[in-house]
């Protein structure tokens, strides 16, 4: 009798945390996250709890949850990465507990799990402040829920998944089909449709409560910039983009492997049944191998053919299902060795296999991948923030690169932000404010989109000193020239003198 392989899923959990643990406190934050824990704090200092004089976008669950831990860490950016990292650590072993329910193969369980500890882009998405990690938790254990028969629990998981992010309505498909598999009638969707409903009454009660309507739709397709298939001109960049994306979160040697497992995964369905007494459970396991394959071609050919942006992030959800159909199809071939070797093999497979991904996953843990976060994900932004830290009340900081960085770092700060859409725009501003002696600083980019910004800043009459220099952004100090504050105090003695000329009679009668 097959086994519930409890202690190497044990073992995987704590390894998933060894390589996650580093990045909760090196990594810095990317604009979106800057955002996202802005709106978190906001909740955790009773600001504005209802989050009703924000430009949100998203569902509320995950701000709740960082709100939670502000008032544990105080204002530091881990506080806001702590549910995402909490979930990570259980999604490794929580896709085995998924692999096991679909299959009942310890191999297949084993893999699976370990394949999601190692994936570069899973570690590297663990300490964000996105709201994909968690999503991609809530979905895989609504499937677990699916897999182990029970409804009601499946329903409020997805609800809350749809409480994260809107993308969840895109697995409806795979939740379906894998209830339909597994034989559900309709008292078994009623329950789920009951379980499913409080979450989303619960998103429409808070979005009625800080609008008055429901605007979260509009304003993410509002910011989004809709959705329509791409452009002739743009189906193979796009299909590389995707492509090297791929190869980069998951690995090149993963991604060189899914080619061979899906030929073996689709050979294998469509080749004619040799055993037509098969069991129904095996019959099932095949039925559960064409809804993943298909759900993941689709998923991948939806974001391929529609012009949606190549972000890393959209992969997230995928990776806990793709290693499950990795692992059932390794699974799959070891059975086609002789009897006594299928052990042997694979364990020899999975050590070579792990010392193999081991680089590409001990990169991740440092933050050396593209994909994710990474210590320098904010470009020195927190650098720049220190740097103004004790800055007197009525200080400006002009920005057009990195305004939701600001938001954060400077929340409780005696600096005002002043976002400029173009140099013309800040020249303006200059010309009207410049001159009242407020502290005035700007934060460009250390590249040559800098330059014209520069170049119109001193044509306009100031000058610029360079004050704080971090990775890739650089603080300016504005000052006016020497000649303007001559001119300046030369005028403001002139209309002293004539203010005296003026008065100098009544200063005689007292």
């Given amino acids: 009798m097959l086994r519930f392989p409890k202690y190497p899923l044990l073992l995987i959990t704590g390894l998933t945390a060894v390589l996650r643990a580093p990045g909760l406190f090196a990594n810095s934050f990317q604009a979106d996250e800057a955002l996202f824990a802005t709106w978190a704090r906001e909740i955790a200092i009773w600001r504005d709890p209802l989050l009703s004089m924000q430009p949100v976008d998203k569902p509320p669950l995950l701000f709740y949850l960082q709100a939670l831990f502000y008032p544990l860490f105080g204002p530091v950016e881990f506080a806001a990465r702590w549910p995402n990292w909490i979930v990570s650590l259980l999604l490794a072993p929580l896709t085995g507990v998924l692999a096991w329910k679909l299959y009942r193969q310890p191999r297949t369980a084993v893999l699976a799990a370990a394949l999601v500890a190692l994936f570069p882009l899973?570690?590297?998405?663990?300490?964000?402040?996105?709201?994909?990690?968690?999503?991609?938790?809530?979905?895989?254990?609504?499937?677990?829920?699916?897999?182990?028969?029970?409804?009601?629990?499946?329903?409020?998981?997805?609800?809350?998944?749809?409480?994260?992010?809107?993308?969840?309505v895109l697995f409806l498909p795979l939740l379906l089909g894998l209830g339909w598999i597994l034989g559900w009638r309709l008292a078994r969707w009623v329950r789920w449709l009951a379980g499913l409903l409080p979450p989303l009454v619960a998103l429409c009660a808070w979005e009625a409560a800080r609008s008055g309507s429901f605007l979260l739709w509009q304003n993410q397709i509002g910011n989004f910039g809709g959705v329509r298939l791409s452009?002739?001109?743009?189906?193979?960049?796009?299909?590389?983009?995707?492509?090297?994306?791929?190869?980069?979160?998951?690995?090149?040697?993963?991604?060189?492997?899914?080619?061979?497992?899906?030929?073996?995964?689709?050979?294998?369905?469509?080749?004619?049944?040799?055993?037509?007494?098969?069991?129904?459970?095996?019959?099932?396991?095949?039925?559960?191998?064409?809804?993943?394959?298909?759900?993941?071609?689709?998923?991948?050919?939806?974001h391929w053919l529609f012009a949606i942006p190549v972000w890393d992030r959209y992969l997230l959800p995928l990776l806990p299902l793709l290693a499950i159909l990795l692992a059932r199809a390794y699974n799959d071939l070891l059975t086609y060795l002789p009897p006594a070797a299928p052990v042997l093999h694979f364990r020899g497979a999975i050590v070579i296999l792990a010392l193999v991904l081991v680089f590409a996953s001990w990169a991740a843990r440092n933050g050396r991948t593209p994909p994710g976060s990474s210590p320098q994900a904010d470009q020195g932004a927190a650098e720049i923030a220190a740097a103004l830290a004790d800055a007197p009340y009525g200080t400006v900081l002009y920005d057009h690169w990195f305004s939701w960085q600001w938001r954060y770092h400077l929340f409780d700060k005696r600096v005002f932000v002043s976002w400029f859409p173009h140099a013309a725009a800040l020249t303006a501003d200059l010309a009207a404010f410049g001159q009242d002696g407020s502290p005035r600083y700007i934060v460009?980019?250390?590249?040559?989109?800098?330059?014209?910004?520069?170049?119109?800043?001193?044509?306009?009459?100031?000058?610029?000193?360079?004050?704080?220099?971090?990775?890739?952004?650089?603080?300016?100090?504005?000052?006016?020239?020497?000649?303007?504050?001559?001119?300046?105090?030369?005028?403001?003695?002139?209309?002293?003198?004539?203010?005296?000329?003026?008065?100098?009679?009544?200063?005689?009668?007292?």
């Fill in 122 to 168: 899973s570690i590297q998405f663990s300490p964000t402040a996105f709201t994909d990690p968690l999503m991609t938790f809530l979905l895989i254990t609504g499937l677990a829920a699916v897999a182990t028969r029970k409804p009601l629990g499946a329903g409020i998981l997805f609800g809350l998944a749809l409480l994260t992010k809107y993308q969840a």
């Fill in 231 to 302: 452009w002739s001109w743009e189906i193979w960049p796009r299909f590389w983009a995707w492509g090297d994306l791929w190869q980069t979160a998951v690995s090149p040697l993963i991604f060189f492997l899914l080619i061979p497992a899906a030929t073996w995964l689709v050979l294998r369905h469509l080749s004619p049944q040799t055993n037509p007494s098969a069991s129904w459970r095996l019959c099932v396991k095949e039925k559960i191998d064409r809804l993943l394959f298909i759900f993941i071609l689709g998923y991948g050919l939806f």
């Fill in 444 to 510: 460009l980019p250390n590249t040559a989109a800098a330059q014209p910004i520069i170049r119109t800043v001193q044509e306009a009459g100031f000058t610029l000193t360079a004050v704080t220099n971090s990775d890739g952004i650089i603080l300016y100090k504005i000052n006016p020239q020497i000649t303007q504050i001559s001119q300046i105090k030369t005028l403001h003695l002139y209309h002293l003198c004539n203010l005296w000329i003026k008065n100098r009679g009544n200063y005689a009668a007292v």
